[in-house]
Antibody, heavy 116, light 111 residues
Framework: QVQLVQSGAEVKKPGASVKVSCKASGYTFTGYYMHWVRQAPGQGLEWMGRINPNSGGTNYAQKFQGRVTMTRDTSISTAYMELSRLRSDDTAVYYC?????????WGQGTLVTVSS | QSVLTQPPSASGTPGQRVTISCSGSSSNIGSNTVNWYQQLPGTAPKLLIYSNNQRPSGVPDRFSGSKSGTSASLAISGLQSEDEADYYCAAWDDSLNGQDVFGTGTKVTVL
């Protein structure tokens, strides 16, 4: 079965960067875009961007342009999302998600806390 | 900064029908399909409806989706206690270089 397993919780100081990983299994990694979605405490879902694991091509939400970098390592079927210049309002659960029409599979989420 | 608008809450008693609306624009719902997600407390979202009205395998047929113009809706018939959750609509938006956008979310309470 399809599984997306994310890295563990992180605590970062304002201005730092964080890199979250998402290891995929149970399907052909290069066959589906990997998306990243975040959810601040008590708030709704927010799409950050996506990566084509086959080509490495990316599309980022305008809000995160210049601060987010999505990469992948096809040899280990893992996608990464790095967010730089962290602010307190970046505190959120970050999810990776896979799907063709809609996100059928989601990672368990990674809590990133930004605090001085 | 959600561009899709949903009512913040909806409620019903067990067995009732509840409908959630999702209002967008020509650049998102008006030109792309709509997906719906259910999120139980403390868990990742789950795909409930895709391509406006299709149910993934395993989703009960009590859940149905529809779309008309720049709006969409999710209906839950025969409401059950386990349906108490947050629900989000989503659609691709062709503006801003293209990005997925989510609705503001609706909390469904089973009375």
């Amino acid at each position: 079965q399809v599984q997306l397993v994310q890295s563990g919780a992180e605590v970062k100081k304002p201005g730092a960067s964080v890199k979250v990983s998402c290891k995929a299994s149970g399907y052909t990694f290069t066959g589906y875009y990997m998306h990243w979605v975040r959810q601040a405490p008590g708030q709704g879902l927010e799409w950050m961007g996506r990566i084509n694991p086959n080509s490495g091509g990316t599309n980022y939400a305008q809000k995160f342009q210049g601060r987010v970098t999505m990469t992948r390592d096809t040899s280990i079927s893992t996608a990464y999302m790095e967010l730089s210049r962290l602010r307190s309002d970046d505190t959120a659960v970050y999810y990776c998600a896979r799907g063709y029409s809609g996100y059928e599979n989601w990672g368990q989420g990674t809590l990133v806390t930004v605090s001085s | 900064q959600s561009v899709l608008t949903q009512p913040p809450s909806a409620s019903g008693t067990p067995g009732q029908r509840v409908t959630i609306s999702c209002s967008g624009s020509s650049s998102n719902i008006g030109s792309n399909t709509v997906n719906w997600y259910q999120q139980l407390p403390g868990t990742a979202p789950k795909l409930l409806i895709y391509s406006n009205n299709q149910r993934p395998s395993g989703v009960p047929d009590r859940f149905s989706g529809s779309k008309s113009g720049t709006s969409a809706s999710l209906a839950i018939s025969g409401l059950q206690s386990e349906d108490e959750a947050d629900y989000y609509c989503a659609a691709w938006d062709d503006s801003l270089n293209g990005q997925d956008v989510f609705g503001t979310g609706t909390k469904v309470t089973v009375l």
